[in-house]
C-alpha cells in the first residue's frame, strides 16, 4: 500500500478505494510532512514511541504496520474512534489513550521518542505540552514536532489586495474577509482551530526553557509546495470547513483528487532544491 493509505471505501466504493490505494492519502502537504517528520523520526522495533495528536490515524497507523511499538494520544473522541475503525479495517491493533497533552497519563522517562504533526498549534498552553514531554522523555530522548510558521504565501498575499467583488469569484471566505495579512492569519488560525503560528524566536524560547536542543532542522512548503499550501487555502475551488471534532468538509472532493497526484510529484522535486525555507518547520530535538 502507498504511504497514507486510508481504508474509508473498502466496502463502500471500488473507484476511491483504487484511488487510495494508487495515490495513498490524498493531500500533498500533510503527506510530505508527515514523511518528513518520520525520516527524522527513524522509528525502530524496540523503542517505545508516543504520538501527541494522533488524530484520525493516517500516520500513526503508517508506524502500526511496519510494527513499531507507538501510542497515540489525542483529546477529539471523534478521531480516536475514526484511528480505530481504520486500524481494524487494516488488521491492527491500535494502543491509543484519550487524554490532554498537558498532561500527559504516562510516568516519568517512559518512552524512547514523541512526535506531533502540526498538533501544538491547537494546544492552548503548548508550553506545558513542551514541559510534559520533557517529564515523559528519557534522557537523551527524541521530539520532532512540525510547527506552522507565521508568515502567508505570497499568492494569498497578492489575492487580499485584489477589489472585493474578484476575491468573490475566485477565493475563499477566509481572503474575502481580509484587508490585509494580519487579517488573514487570524482568520485562517479561527477556520482552523488554531492558538498561534510559531516564529523561530518563539520556538527558541520554549527550547531553551525545557532542555531540548536542536539537532536538525527542515522545512515542509517550500518553493513549489508554499505555492500549491497557498493554492489549498486561497482559492475557492479548494475550500473546506472543519469542525471542532477536525471532521473536514470539503467543497470540491473532485478537485482534491484530481490535483493531488501532481502536487505530492511537486513536494518530491522541492526536496532537491535549494529553495531551504518553509512555511512549515520540522525539528528534530533531543532532550538534553
Known amino acids: 500500500m502507498p504511504f497514507g493509505y486510508i481504508p474509508d471505501y473498502q466496502e463502500k466504493s471500488f473507484l476511491k478505494d483504487f484511488y487510495f490505494k494508487i495515490f495513498g492519502y490524498p493531500y500533498p502537504p500533510r503527506k510530505n510532512e508527515a514523511i518528513l517528520v518520520f525520516k527524522f523520526l527513524d522509528p525502530q522495533k524496540h523503542e517505545k514511541i508516543l504520538d501527541i495528536g494522533c488524530g484520525d490515524g493516517a500516520w500513526y497507523n503508517e508506524l502500526r504496520k511496519n510494527g513499531i511499538k507507538v501510542t497515540g494520544l489525542d483529546i477529539s473522541s471523534y478521531d480516536l474512534n475514526k484511528l480505530k ?21 504516562f510516568k516519568q522517562n517512559t518512552f524512547d521518542k514523541v512526535y506531533s504533526i502540526c498538533t501544538f498549534e491547537h494546544i492552548k498552553d503548548d508550553k506545558k505540552v513542551f514541559e510534559e514531554v520533557a517529564r515523559v522523555l528519557k534522557p537523551k530522548g527524541l521530539l520532532v514536532i512540525s510547527l506552522p510558521m507565521k508568515e502567508v504565501p505570497l499568492l494569498t498575499k497578492m489575492a487580499i489586495k485584489l477589489p472585493e467583488p474578484i476575491k468573490k469569484l475566485f477565493y475563499n471566505r477566509l481572503v474575502v474577509n481580509a484587508k490585509n495579512k494580519e487579517d488573514y492569519l487570524n482568520n485562517f488560525n479561527k477556520h482552523y482551530f488554531h492558538y498561534r503560528n510559531y516564529t523561530i524566536e518563539d520556538i527558541k524560547e520554549r527550547l531553551k526553557k525545557y532542555n531540548f536542543e536542536i539537532e536538525k532542522k527542515s522545512y515542509n512548503c517550500r518553493f513549489f509546495g508554499s505555492a500549491i499550501w497557498s493554492a489549498y487555502h486561497t482559492l475557492k475551488i479548494f475550500e473546506r470547513n472543519k469542525s471542532s471534532e477536525t471532521n473536514y468538509k470539503f467543497r470540491n472532493e473532485t478537485a482534491f483528487a484530481l490535483v493531488a497526484p501532481f502536487f505530492y510529484l511537486l513536494f518530491l522535486i522541492d526536496r532537491w532544491l535549494f529553495w531551504t525555507k518553509g512555511k512549515i518547520i520540522i525539528l528534530k530535538l533531543r532532550k538534553k
Request: no cysteine.
Open 85 to 105: 475503525e481504520r486500524a481494524k479495517a487494516l488488521n491492527l491493533k491500535p494502543d491509543v489513550v484519550k487524554a490532554d497533552a498537558q498532561k500527559i497519563p
